[in-house]
C-alpha cells in the first residue's frame, strides 16, 4: 500500500513536469510566432516605404516629363538620372519583395518608363531642332511681317450701309524693288498693249483701268507757204480710263537702283 502511494506521487511529479513543459515550449513556440510576425509587419513596413519612394519619383518624372519641350542637354541628364534611380527601386521591390509585388506588372512598368525616356529624348531634339531654325529664320519672318500692315475699314454691303467696320491686313505699298527688276516685267507688257492699240483694239488691266485710241479729227490751219487753208490728219491719241479702286501714291524717296545682280 505504501509503494502504491509513492508512484501515485511520482507519476503526479511526472504529470506536473509535463504540464509545465508543455506550457514552457507552448510559451517558447508562441514568442517565436511574434518575433516571426513582428519580422513580417518589418518587412511589409520596409516593402511599403520602398513603394510610395517608387511611386513619388514615378509622380515627379511625369511632371518633369511635360516640359519636355523646354528641356535641354542638363534638363534631360537629370530625367535621365531620376529615371535610373526608379527602375533601381523596382528592381529592388522584385528582389526582395516579390511575395508582395507581382513581377510581370514591374516590368512593364521598367519599360514602359524607358521607352517613355526615349520619347522624351526625341520631342526634346526635335523641339531644339525647331526652335534653331525659328532663330535663322527670324530676322526674314520680321522683315516680311514689316510688309504688312492691320487698318480698319468699313464693310461691304448691307453691315457697311449700317457703319459695321472690319480689321483686315493689307501689304504696305512701299516696297522697293530694283529698277532692272521693274523694267524687266512692265516692257513686255507694255509691249502687248502697244500691239494691240495699233489694231484699234480695247485693253482691260483688272483693277487697273482700260486703255483705249481716241481719234481725233485734223483741225484746219492756215499753211504760210502755199496761202491756203488747209485740214491736218486725222490723229489717233492714246487714252486710259483709270480702275475706281486704282490709287496710286508716289514714294520719292529710297528709290530703286538701276544695277542688276551681278553688275559692279
Not at 511529479?13 to 510559451?27: E, K, P, Q, R, W
Amino acid at each position: 500500500m505504501k509503494l502504491l502511494l509513492q508512484h501515485r506521487i511520482l507519476l503526479g511529479y511526472i504529470i506536473l513536469i509535463v504540464v509545465i513543459g508543455s506550457m514552457a515550449a507552448i510559451m517558447f513556440h508562441e514568442r517565436n510566432r511574434v518575433h516571426d510576425i513582428e519580422d513580417e509587419i518589418t518587412e511589409i513596413r520596409e516593402a511599403n516605404q520602398t513603394i510610395n519612394a517608387a511611386h513619388r519619383h514615378i509622380t515627379v518624372l511625369a511632371t518633369l516629363g511635360e516640359s519636355a519641350i523646354t528641356w535641354d542637354d542638363e534638363d534631360y541628364q537629370k530625367y535621365q538620372l531620376r529615371r535610373k534611380k526608379v527602375d533601381s527601386l523596382l528592381l529592388f521591390l522584385q528582389g526582395n519583395y516579390a511575395e508582395y509585388t507581382p513581377s510581370a506588372p514591374i516590368d512593364t512598368l521598367r519599360l514602359v518608363l524607358e521607352n517613355k525616356e526615349k520619347h522624351l529624348f526625341n520631342t526634346m531634339q526635335a523641339f531644339q531642332w525647331q526652335d534653331s531654325l525659328l532663330q535663322e529664320q527670324e530676322p526674314a519672318i520680321a522683315e516680311q511681317t514689316k510688309n504688312f500692315r492691320t487698318v480698319t475699314r468699313k464693310k461691304k454691303g448691307i453691315a457697311g450701309f449700317f457703319g459695321a467696320k472690319e480689321t483686315i491686313q493689307l501689304e504696305n505699298q512701299n516696297i522697293r524693288y530694283p529698277k532692272w527688276e521693274l523694267l524687266s516685267i512692265i516692257d513686255p507688257a507694255f509691249e502687248v498693249i502697244i500691239e494691240a492699240l495699233a489694231r484699234d483694239e480695247e485693253v482691260h488691266l483688272n483693277k487697273f483701268g482700260r486703255f483705249s485710241i481716241k481719234h481725233k479729227k485734223g483741225a484746219r490751219f492756215y499753211n504760210i507757204n502755199t496761202g491756203q487753208k488747209e485740214t491736218a490728219p486725222d490723229k489717233k491719241l492714246v487714252q486710259f480710263t483709270p480702275h475706281k479702286g486704282f490709287r496710286f501714291t508716289a514714294t520719292p524717296e529710297n528709290p530703286g537702283t538701276d544695277e542688276a545682280p551681278g553688275n559692279p
